[in-house]
């Protein structure tokens, strides 16, 4: 089956430093990327939308220069949460879809940020 | 706009007892329909999906739901739980430009 992994699974910075998290998708060609955040106890909400050689679609109320997305290859899109707060600390995940899946998405393991 | 409800926030069932977990969506055309599983500190698993065509859906894991348009609903099912079955079942639909619209989740727990 389709399978995404995320690195690093965890992390710890501190605050005003950069922390870049990366999603693969390992055995199939994502096309589409989406980058989810999670609080504690909720549910998944999407930040942003990123199809491979273009500029990310972000969700309304996500800073876009806060939270730069790369999808520079069709197995390979990038977080980077820029100059890190504590209320940045949360679960994120990325999934993964494929040209012709539809609404069908492969979803990694998540990274746990905590900034201090 | 679509929408996802999970009216149960807290389930608890006792091992061997059967499982309903709820789910009503709002969506103007035909929806594409999914149940994800999630355990804590992990992604997303898929359990199963509906797109067209029957009604009663087979997943993962001995799962089960039956969507009814009539109710806009599409629950979850199970016969037996297994202790191994706690965790966050989430309910989402398709929307636009392929993104998915989670439900809040239902965090089941299973008493021995």
């Known amino acids: 089956g389709a399978v995404v992994s995320q690195h690093p699974s965890w992390v710890i910075c501190k605050s005003g430093t950069s922390v870049k998290i990366e999603c693969r998708s390992l055995?199939?060609?994502?096309?589409?990327m989406f980058w989810y955040r999670q609080f504690p106890k909720q549910s998944l909400m999407l930040m942003a939308t990123?199809?491979?050689?273009?500029?990310?679609?972000?969700e309304q109320g996500v800073e876009k220069d806060k939270f730069l997305i790369n999808h520079a290859s069709l197995t390979l899109s990038t977080l980077t949460v820029t100059s890190a707060h504590p209320e940045d600390s949360s679960f994120y995940i990325c999934s993964g879809g494929s040209k012709g899946a539809g609404h069908e998405q492969y979803f990694g393991p998540g990274t746990r940020l905590t900034v201090t | 706009a679509q929408s996802v409800t999970q009216p149960d926030i807290h389930i608890t069932v006792s091992e061997g007892a059967s499982l309903e977990l709820r789910c009503n969506y709002s969506?103007?055309?035909?929806?594409?329909l999914f149940w994800y599983v999630q355990s804590p500190g992990q992604g997303l698993q898929l359990l199963l999906k509906?797109?067209?065509?029957?009604?009663l859906v087979q997943g993962i894991k001995g799962f089960e739901a039956e969507f009814k348009r009539s109710q806009s609903s599409f629950n979850l099912r199970k016969p037996s739980v297994h202790w191994s079955d706690a965790a966050e079942y989430f309910c989402a639909v398709g929307g636009g430009y392929n993104k998915l619209i989670f439900g809040a989740g239902t965090r089941l727990a299973v008493h021995p």
């Open positions: 990123s199809n491979e050689g273009s500029k990310a679609t972000y």
């Open positions: 055995d199939f060609q994502a096309t589409t």
């Open positions: 969506y103007g055309a035909t929806p594409y």
């Open positions: 509906y797109f067209s065509g029957d009604t």
